[in-house]
C-alpha cells in the first residue's frame, strides 16, 4: 500500500490547472481530486478503489466512507472530490471514481499522477 506525504501533496495542490483537459478528460480536475484524497491521507489503493457512492454530502461537508467509517474532508479538499464528481457526472452511483477510456485507474496509476506533480514542486 502506497502512502505519500500528505505535507507534500498539499504544496502540489496549487500548481493543479483545473481548466486542464486531455483527451477530452478534464484530467485538471481529476489530478487536483486525487490529490486532495492523498493530502486527505488515503493511500494509493483506496483512492484507486473508491466508488462514487462512498462520497457522500452532509450539509456543506463532504465525506468519504471507508470501510466502517466516515472520514470528513476539509473544505478545500472536499471542493475538489465534488468538482470531479460532478465533472463526470457519476454522484451517487456504483462507478469508481476515478476511470478513464482504459477503465479505472490503477493504485500505479494514482502512484503515477501524484510523482508527476511531486517532481514538479520539488
Same mark, same amino acid.
Given at each position: 500500500?502506497?502512502?505519500?506525504?500528505?505535507?507534500?501533496?498539499?504544496?502540489? /495542490?496549487?500548481?493543479?490547472n483545473?481548466?486542464?483537459?486531455?483527451g477530452?478528460l478534464a484530467v485538471?480536475?481529476?489530478?487536483?481530486?486525487? /490529490?486532495a484524497?492523498?493530502v486527505?491521507?488515503?493511500?494509493?489503493?483506496?483512492?484507486?478503489?473508491l466508488?462514487?457512492?462512498?462520497?457522500?454530502?452532509?450539509?456543506?461537508r463532504?465525506?468519504?466512507?471507508?470501510?466502517?467509517?466516515?472520514?470528513p474532508?476539509?473544505?478545500?479538499l472536499?471542493?475538489?472530490? /465534488?468538482?470531479?464528481?460532478? !465533472?463526470?457526472?457519476?454522484w451517487?452511483?456504483e !462507478?469508481?471514481?476515478?476511470?478513464?477510456?482504459?477503465?479505472?485507474?490503477?493504485?500505479?496509476?494514482?502512484?503515477?499522477?501524484?510523482?508527476r506533480?511531486?517532481?514538479?514542486v520539488?
Open positions: 500500500m502506497n502512502h505519500f506525504d500528505p505535507a507534500a501533496a498539499a504544496k502540489c /495542490l496549487p500548481h493543479v483545473p481548466g486542464c483537459v486531455r477530452g485538471g480536475l481529476r489530478d487536483g481530486a486525487v /490529490l484524497l492523498v486527505a491521507e488515503l493511500s494509493s489503493r483506496e483512492i484507486a478503489g466508488r462514487a457512492h462512498q462520497v457522500r454530502q452532509v450539509g456543506r463532504v465525506f468519504v466512507k471507508l470501510d466502517h467509517r466516515l472520514l474532508l476539509p473544505d478545500p472536499g471542493s475538489r472530490l /465534488l468538482a470531479w464528481l460532478v !465533472e463526470q457526472n457519476i451517487g452511483s !462507478e469508481p471514481v476515478f476511470a478513464g477510456q482504459r477503465g479505472a485507474l490503477t493504485p500505479e496509476g494514482v502512484i503515477k499522477i501524484v510523482r506533480y511531486l517532481r514538479g520539488q
